[in-house]
């Protein structure tokens, strides 16, 4: 049988220093857990664009179309800020969404019980919670048409049309179907039905895809209310799934119930490929950190978290994942912190390899 492959695209700033905390993890699944992946490697954003004067070379592109899973560190940086809008570092990973049309994309909100102080919210709003938030990513207001600024009478007007059509909806509402299966069979669809016929289209195709899922509850919020919801009560939910905008909002939103930028994964989905994976970009949530690049502070566990989700999604690998997500737990309750998580008195930070190692050793104790 051969291995799955796996395409790893560090990019830029803190990028590269995270990923090769995931390199040693993906090591100790090979050594230690009969799992080993084909991985190979590419440049991305600036590194790219430095390399080869593009953000993302056609060779690179084909290469993320035919492998199982990409997981990508990060892109951009101030060196890049003057360069032309076509071959900005963020161009690269764009392409990289709209041409797999990874339309789903996946934002988890966990709180790991030992972080539960980082919250703004109180601590038991927020100790474990484990919320995911599937957003629309391909379609909506962000690329509806027309689009524009144009003049009207004697004066400008700004111009977005949020647009959706019934198999857009359908299958961003089964890939949330399906992933509410895998875990608490509870979705909320979330949109504004009140006020907007996408909306009222949205909430009957969703509707419609529930009769394929009856194991499934299925209730449905304005995303208004939803975002009171959120900051009230989070634990009420299990998978949220809405549209790009609201998404948008709504994700990085629920994402800050969990404290700091360090500890938040994503994946973006696509339709299924011929081997029935679906096609997969996994990421941290934050940016390269220009702030703390090649200091060794930055914190590894979104990317590591972000490889988790691979695992658990692109690899049918649901016990190892839980495996690595309960090595960060213990990791984080015997009170490892990388400089970002320091609030409490008399903790000194470990550097972003001191972390990776602490994980390493947290798997071992896991055998
Ligand atoms: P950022 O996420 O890079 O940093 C925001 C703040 O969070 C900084 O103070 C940074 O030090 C901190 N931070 C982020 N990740 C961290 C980690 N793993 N460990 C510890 N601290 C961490 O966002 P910012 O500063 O707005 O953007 C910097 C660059 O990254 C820009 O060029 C931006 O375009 C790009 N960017 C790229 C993204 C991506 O690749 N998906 C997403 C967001 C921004
Ligand atoms: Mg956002």
């Known amino acids: 049988m051969t291995n799955p492959s796996l395409l790893i695209l560090p990019g830029d700033g803190i990028g590269p220093e995270v990923m090769a905390e995931v390199r040693?993890?993906?090591?100790?699944?090979?050594?230690?857990?009969?799992l080993s992946f084909d991985v190979s490697e590419g440049l991305v954003g600036g590194a790219?664009?430095?390399?080869?004067?593009?953000?993302?070379?056609?060779?690179?592109?084909?290469?993320?179309?035919?492998?199982?899973?990409?997981?990508?560190?990060?892109?951009?940086?101030?060196?890049?800020?003057?360069?032309d809008f076509s071959v900005k570092p963020e161009r690269g990973l764009l392409r990289l969404r709209k041409e797999m049309d990874l339309y789903s994309n996946l934002r988890?909100?966990?709180?790991?019980?030992?972080?539960?102080?980082?919250?703004?919210?109180?601590?038991?709003?927020?100790?474990?919670?484990?919320?995911?938030?599937?957003?629309?990513?391909?379609?909506?207001?962000?690329?509806g048409e027309p689009r524009g600024i144009i003049e009207?009478?004697?004066?400008?007007?700004?111009?977005?049309?949020?647009?959706?059509?019934?198999?857009?909806?359908?299958?961003?509402?089964?890939?949330a179907f399906e992933l509410a299966m895998r875990r608490g069979k509870k979705l909320c669809s979330?949109?504004?039905?009140?006020?907007m016929e996408s909306g009222i289209l949205w909430r009957e195709v969703v509707t419609e895809v529930a009769k394929d899922y009856p194991e499934v509850e299925l209730s449905h919020m304005y995303a208004d209310a939803g975002a009171m919801q959120l900051c009230r009560w989070p634990k009420q939910f299990d998978v949220i799934v809405t549209d790009n905008l609201f998404g948008d909002l709504l994700s990085d939103a629920a994402?800050?119930?969990?404290?700091?930028?360090?500890?938040?994964?994503?994946?973006?989905?696509?339709?299924?490929?011929?081997?029935?994976?679906?096609?997969?970009?996994?990421?941290?949530?934050?940016?390269?950190?220009?702030?703390?690049?090649?200091?060794?502070k930055a914190n590894p566990i979104a990317c590591i978290l972000s490889f988790s989700m691979a695992l658990r999604y692109?690899?049918?690998?649901?016990?190892e994942a839980d495996r690595l997500e309960a090595a960060v737990e213990?990791?984080?309750?015997?009170?490892?912190?990388?400089?970002?998580l320091l609030g409490e008195e008399g903790v000194t930070p470990v550097s972003t390899s001191g972390m990776g190692d602490a994980v390493i050793a947290a798997l071992d104790a896991s055998l």
């Open 314 to 319: 692109s690899f049918d690998q649901g016990a």
């Open 152 to 175: 009207e009478g004697n004066e400008r007007v700004g111009i977005n049309t949020q647009r959706y059509t019934e198999s857009e909806i359908d299958r961003v509402a089964r890939s």
């Open 108 to 143: 988890p909100a966990q709180c790991f019980d030992a972080l539960a102080d980082f919250s703004s919210l109180k601590k038991d709003v927020v100790a474990g919670l484990d919320i995911m938030i599937v957003r629309e990513l391909t379609s909506g207001i962000y690329f």
């Open 24 to 34: 040693k993890i993906i090591d100790w699944f090979g050594a230690n857990r009969d």
């Open 48 to 83: 790219s664009y430095d390399a080869h004067g593009t953000p993302l070379t056609d060779e690179t592109m084909e290469l993320a179309q035919s492998v199982d899973a990409v997981l990508l560190g990060a892109v951009g940086g101030p060196k890049y800020d003057e360069l």
């Open 255 to 296: 994402a800050m119930l969990t404290g700091s930028l360090g500890m938040l994964p994503s994946a973006s989905l696509g339709a299924p490929m011929a081997n029935g994976r679906p096609k997969a970009l996994y990421e941290p949530v934050h940016g390269s950190a220009p702030d703390i690049a090649g200091e060794g």
């Open 330 to 340: 213990r990791v984080l309750a015997d009170g490892v912190r990388t400089a970002d």
């Open 190 to 195: 979330m949109e504004k039905a009140n006020v």
